[in-house]
């Protein structure tokens, strides 16, 4: 309903910055209003900012696409991989941090023909100068970040050596100059599809989605706009909820998947009720982890702030042009009818935006994401096996810690009455099954890893079960 608070945007950011060994977990979309406190604008300068166009000159071409990786000797030592792989004739370049979290962060890398390497990551968050040895294997050079300059030695990494998950890793074409990354765990099996959250990539599930492996084939795709995947114009089509579940859709042809389940993370809520309300027929099932809020499943009895802002917006602009006579009566029944649920959820922003009071803060703009967000529409009949799994109450260490308590202890309840509206909602779905975990992360699937999966599994004997009877 009311703006969602963008816990996935702050919690373990610091996990980054300050070289904890617990996984970092960026954001995906599950809260979708600007996230308002400080600790936001760390996340950009580490995501958003990383989002840079890798610019990689001559260094001959090829010497440097590959897998590099290396062990940084800072204060608190931790492993890095630099991944560099060539699309479409471009170089593109990726850094990960492997103990803390799966996903590629694009970098940007300046380099010569001459071997020199130089690579920097966010706003020069953290830079790297070095040189490449003359059998093209190591790079050689210094690891700056923050106060810290350290001697690093990148080595290139074998297929029997690599640090990353073992997966095979492909692009499939969906729409003219449109590519998304298919990453290929594995496994013979019924295939299990992971799509993941705004923000993150397929790669998001690197130590989590190989968990079903071998009873299942299980792929991951990146959504159009990041990682390696293509990224189009962020105009109103291009990224609207049906034109990325059309996405999925192809890459499920293309590759021959017969009825796959599919799962889906946060904003990819959205990707799973396109396919399954449109096309129920071509999929096993649907698995939301912390992915059923009202982009995925809209409910009249809750409504949602943003949803409602832009139907009535549109019947807006239908009244202003329509003329006397039976349309105009029908759109004014309309907006008189949806107008009292906007003003609700609108009254709830408003408490909210209260209680947040001067710890608000105002992201920049972000084309990609907020064409996402304004194509967004409105599902209700999902009729396909379901497993809706929601963390609620939330952490609240996606609150601000200088909140005062009150204020927290407010703000946590308005989010938990929220997303029990839309428990409720799926809860009268005759073909779903829903698992409530309190206190969990957003990112359930790291924080209650094993409660997600138990679930998962569970759900998925049954739809094995299915099959034979």
């Given at each position: 309903m009311?703006?969602?608070f963008?816990?996935?945007?702050?919690?373990?950011?610091?996990?980054?910055?300050?070289?904890?060994?617990q996984?970092?977990?960026?954001?995906?979309?599950?809260?979708?209003v600007?996230?308002?406190?400080?600790?936001?604008?760390?996340?950009?300068?580490?995501?958003?900012?990383?989002?840079?166009?890798?610019?990689?000159?001559?260094?001959?071409?090829?010497?440097?696409?590959g897998?590099?990786?290396?062990?940084?000797?800072?204060?608190?030592?931790?492993?890095?991989?630099?991944?560099v792989?060539?699309?479409?004739?471009?170089?593109?370049?990726?850094?990960?941090?492997?103990?803390?979290?799966?996903?590629y962060?694009?970098v940007?890398?300046?380099?010569?023909?001459n071997?020199?390497?130089?690579?920097?990551?966010?706003m020069?968050?953290?830079?790297?100068?070095?040189?490449?040895?003359?059998?093209?294997?190591?790079?050689?050079?210094?690891?700056?970040?923050?106060?810290?300059?350290?001697?690093?030695?990148?080595?290139?990494?074998?297929?029997?050596?690599?640090?990353?998950?073992?997966?095979?890793?492909?692009?499939?074409?969906?729409a003219p100059?449109?590519?998304?990354?298919?990453?290929?765990?594995?496994?013979?099996?019924?295939?299990?599809?992971?799509?993941a959250?705004?923000?993150?990539?397929?790669?998001?599930f690197?130590?989590?989605?190989?968990?079903?492996?071998?009873?299942?084939?299980?792929?991951?795709?990146?959504?159009?706009?990041?990682g390696?995947?293509?990224?189009?114009?962020?105009?109103p089509?291009?990224?609207?909820?049906?034109?990325?579940g059309?996405?999925?859709?192809?890459?499920?042809?293309?590759?021959?998947?017969?009825?796959p389940?599919?799962?889906?993370?946060?904003?990819?809520?959205?990707?799973?009720?396109?396919?399954?309300?449109?096309?129920p027929?071509?999929?096993?099932?649907?698995?939301?982890?912390?992915?059923?809020?009202?982009?995925?499943?809209y409910?009249?009895?809750?409504?949602?702030?943003?949803?409602?802002?832009l139907?009535?917006?549109?019947?807006?602009?239908?009244?202003l042009?329509?003329?006397?006579g039976?349309?105009?009566?029908?759109?004014?029944?309309?907006?008189?009818?949806?107008?009292?649920?906007?003003?609700?959820?609108?009254?709830?922003?408003?408490?909210?935006?209260?209680?947040?009071s001067?710890?608000?803060?105002?992201?920049?703009a972000?084309?990609?994401?907020?064409a996402?967000?304004?194509?967004?529409?409105?599902?209700?009949?999902?009729?396909?096996?379901?497993?809706?799994i929601?963390?609620?109450?939330?952490?609240?260490?996606?609150l601000?810690?200088?909140?005062?308590?009150?204020?927290?202890?407010?703000?946590?309840?308005?989010?938990?009455?929220?997303?029990?509206?839309?428990?409720?909602?799926?809860?009268?779905?005759?073909?779903?099954?829903?698992?409530?975990?309190?206190?969990?992360?957003?990112?359930?699937?790291?924080?209650?890893?094993?409660?997600?999966?138990?679930?998962?599994k569970?759900?998925l004997?049954?739809?094995?079960?299915?099959?034979?009877?």
């Amino acid at each position: 309903m009311f703006a969602n608070f963008g816990s996935c945007l702050k919690t373990r950011v610091d996990a980054l910055i300050n070289h904890k060994s617990q996984p970092a977990k960026i954001s995906s979309a599950m809260y979708r209003v600007k996230p308002p406190w400080r600790l936001f604008l760390l996340w950009r300068k580490l995501v958003l900012s990383l989002l840079l166009l890798s610019s990689l000159a001559a260094l001959h071409g090829q010497d440097i696409v590959g897998q590099w990786q290396s062990t940084v000797q800072t204060a608190a030592p931790f492993r890095l991989v630099l991944k560099v792989l060539k699309n479409n004739d471009q170089l593109r370049a990726f850094i990960i941090w492997v103990d803390r979290s799966p996903d590629y962060f694009p970098v940007t890398i300046l380099s010569d023909p001459n071997g020199e390497v130089k690579f920097s990551i966010s706003m020069n968050y953290a830079t790297f100068d070095g040189k490449m040895s003359s059998d093209r294997n190591q790079i050689t050079g210094t690891w700056t970040g923050g106060a810290e300059s350290v001697k690093v030695d990148l080595h290139r990494a074998t297929p029997e050596g690599s640090w990353l998950t073992k997966s095979t890793i492909r692009t499939i074409t969906v729409a003219p100059d449109v590519s998304l990354e298919v990453v290929d765990w594995g496994g013979n099996g019924p295939p299990l599809v992971f799509l993941a959250g705004l923000g993150n990539t397929a790669h998001v599930f690197d130590t989590f989605a190989p968990n079903f492996l071998p009873k299942y084939h299980v792929l991951g795709i990146t959504r159009r706009g990041f990682g390696v995947s293509s990224s189009p114009a962020p105009d109103p089509v291009n990224y609207r909820a049906d034109q990325l579940g059309d996405d999925i859709l192809r890459v499920i042809g293309s590759l021959g998947l017969k009825k796959p389940v599919l799962v889906g993370h946060s904003i990819a809520g959205e990707e799973l009720s396109s396919v399954g309300s449109r096309y129920p027929k071509r999929i096993a099932g649907l698995i939301y982890l912390d992915a059923g809020y009202p982009f995925a499943l809209y409910s009249a009895d809750a409504g949602d702030t943003r949803l409602d802002a832009l139907e009535v917006k549109k019947q807006l602009d239908e009244y202003l042009s329509a003329p006397f006579g039976a349309d105009r009566k029908r759109i004014i029944a309309d907006l008189l009818s949806n107008l009292p649920l906007l003003q609700k959820g609108l009254e709830i922003d408003q408490k909210h935006d209260e209680l947040m009071s001067d710890h608000l803060t105002q992201p920049g703009a972000d084309p990609i994401r907020q064409a996402i967000l304004d194509g967004e529409r409105k599902y209700t009949g999902l009729g396909v096996p379901i497993l809706a799994i929601f963390a609620n109450p939330h952490n609240p260490s996606y609150l601000p810690p200088q909140l005062p308590p009150g204020n927290k202890a407010e703000l946590i309840a308005l989010r938990q009455a929220s997303t029990g509206e839309q428990v409720k909602a799926f809860e009268k779905l005759k073909s779903a099954k829903v698992v409530v975990l309190p206190n969990a992360d957003h990112y359930v699937f790291v924080s209650n890893k094993q409660e997600v999966e138990r679930a998962m599994k569970d759900f998925l004997n049954t739809l094995d079960a299915l099959k034979y009877q």
